[in-house]
Nanobody
Framework: QVRLVESGGGLVQAGGSLRLSCTAS????????MAWYRQTPENERDFVAS???????NYGGSVSGRTTISKNIAKNTMDLRMDSVKPEDTGLYYC?????????RGQGTQVTVSS
């Protein structure tokens, strides 16, 4: 069964760091590319970061320079680390992955950045 499950959200103070994980089933290697998005309180969808099967990364303009997307092969996860978080980073973060010609996404994990 193809499934993505996010973890690691919660309340973060502005200026701090957040770390999220996306556990992939059946395997992280099943996905051609994977990405993080966030849905803002204004109900807008922001692209956060993506990583291809070959490890090429791409970042959204508002998070570039303070965000790292990576894969943890041992844990079968795709991870996101964001430093120097701001209140505008608040949102429902969800991961998505391209597999077998279709896209799969998780339910998301809420991140709230307090000022």
């Amino acid at each position: 069964q193809v499934r993505l499950v996010e973890s690691g959200g919660g309340l973060v103070q502005a200026g701090g760091s957040l770390r999220l994980s996306c556990t992939a089933s059946p395997s992280i290697f099943s996905f051609k590319s994977m990405a993080w998005y966030r849905q803002t309180p204004e109900n807008e969808r922001d692209f956060v970061a993506s990583i291809t099967a070959g490890g090429t990364t791409n970042y959204g303009g508002s998070v570039s320079g303070r965000t790292t997307i990576s894969k943890n092969i041992a844990k079968n996860t795709m991870d996101l680390r964001m430093d120097s978080v701001k209140p505008e980073d608040t949102g429902l973060y969800y991961c998505s992955g391209a597999i077998g010609g279709s896209l799969t996404r998780g339910q998301g994990t809420q991140v709230t950045v307090s000022s």
